[in-house]
C-alpha cells in the first residue's frame, strides 16, 4: 500500500504559467515533506522542504503547502520555465532519526515555450 | 559533480551472472542508501545503512546482497537477477539522524536479460 501518492502522472505547462504538483499521504506519522527533481539519466535532487509545523514553505519560484488535516501538500512553481521539464518525486519521512524518506511514484512536468 | 558516485552508470547482465554495483561518498556521511526505481513506480527503499551496520532490508530478495565495508563506500552484489530487476538503481547518503537531507548519486541503469 502506497504512503506517498501522486495521483498525477504528468503535467503539462505553458511557459510563464503557474505548475501544481499534488501529493497525498497516509500515514499520519510523517512530520517532514520533501520535493524532489530528477531530470533524465540524473540522480534525484532536492528541491524544497516543509515541516509539520508550518503550512507553507517558499523558496524563489517554488513554494510548498501543506495541509495537514487533509494530508495534503503541493508544490507551485511559479513562473514555470522550460528548464524546469523533469520529474517531480513527493517524499515524507517520520519523526523517528534515521527514517528513511519514502517516496512517491513522480509526476513528469513539461513546461513548453 | 553530485559528491555520491556510483558505477557502472549503465550495465546489461543475463540471468545467470553475478555483477556489483559501486557507491562511494566523501562527504562525511554516515547513512548510506540504495533505492530502486523502476518505470511508473515510486522510489523503493531496498536498504539502509547507519556507521555501517545495516537497519533496514525492506523485505528484499536475497538476490540482492548489500555490502558496506566503511561508511564511504557501499555495494550491491547482484547474482541469478530476473528480468523484472531491470530498473534505475540509486544510491544516496546523508549524516544519520538526517534523511530528509538526503544525496543521490546518479544511478546505475541495469538491463538484465
Known amino acids: 500500500d502506497q504512503q506517498v501518492k501522486q495521483n498525477s502522472p504528468s503535467l503539462s505547462v505553458q511557459e510563464g504559467r503557474i505548475s501544481i504538483l499534488n501529493c497525498d499521504y497516509t500515514?499520519?506519522?510523517?512530520?517532514?515533506f520533501l520535493w524532489y527533481k530528477k531530470y533524465p539519466a540524473e540522480g534525484p535532487t532536492f528541491l524544497i522542504s516543509?515541516?509539520?509545523?508550518?503550512d507553507k514553505n517558499e523558496d524563489g519560484r517554488f513554494t510548498v503547502f501543506l495541509n495537514k488535516s487533509a494530508k495534503h501538500l503541493s508544490l507551485h512553481i511559479v513562473p514555470s520555465q522550460p528548464g524546469d521539464s523533469a520529474v517531480y518525486f513527493c517524499a515524507a519521512t517520520g519523526n523517528q532519526a534515521g527514517t528513511a524518506l519514502i517516496f512517491g511514484k513522480g509526476t513528469t512536468l513539461s513546461v513548453s515555450s | 559533480e553530485t559528491g555520491v558516485t556510483q558505477t557502472p552508470r549503465h550495465l546489461v547482465m543475463g540471468m545467470t551472472n553475478k555483477k556489483s554495483l559501486k557507491c562511494e561518498q566523501h562527504?562525511?556521511?554516515?547513512?548510506m542508501y540504495w533505492y530502486k526505481q523502476s518505470a511508473k513506480k515510486p522510489l523503493e527503499l531496498m536498504f539502509v545503512?547507519?556507521?555501517?551496520?545495516?537497519?533496514e532490508n525492506n523485505s528484499v530478495p536475497s538476490r540482492f546482497s548489500p555490502e558496506c565495508p566503511n561508511s564511504s563506500h557501499l555495494f550491491l552484489h547482484l547474482h541469478t537477477l530476473q528480468p523484472e530487476d531491470s530498473a534505475l538503481y540509486l544510491c544516496?547518503?546523508?549524516?544519520?539522524?538526517?534523511?530528509?537531507?538526503?544525496?543521490f548519486g546518479s544511478g546505475t541503469q541495469l538491463s538484465v536479460l
Open positions: 562527504l562525511g556521511h554516515n547513512a
Open positions: 544516496a547518503s546523508s549524516r544519520r539522524g538526517l534523511a530528509e537531507k538526503l544525496l
Open positions: 516543509i515541516s509539520s509545523i508550518k
Open positions: 500515514n499520519s506519522m510523517f512530520d517532514y
Open positions: 545503512y547507519n556507521f555501517k551496520e545495516q537497519t
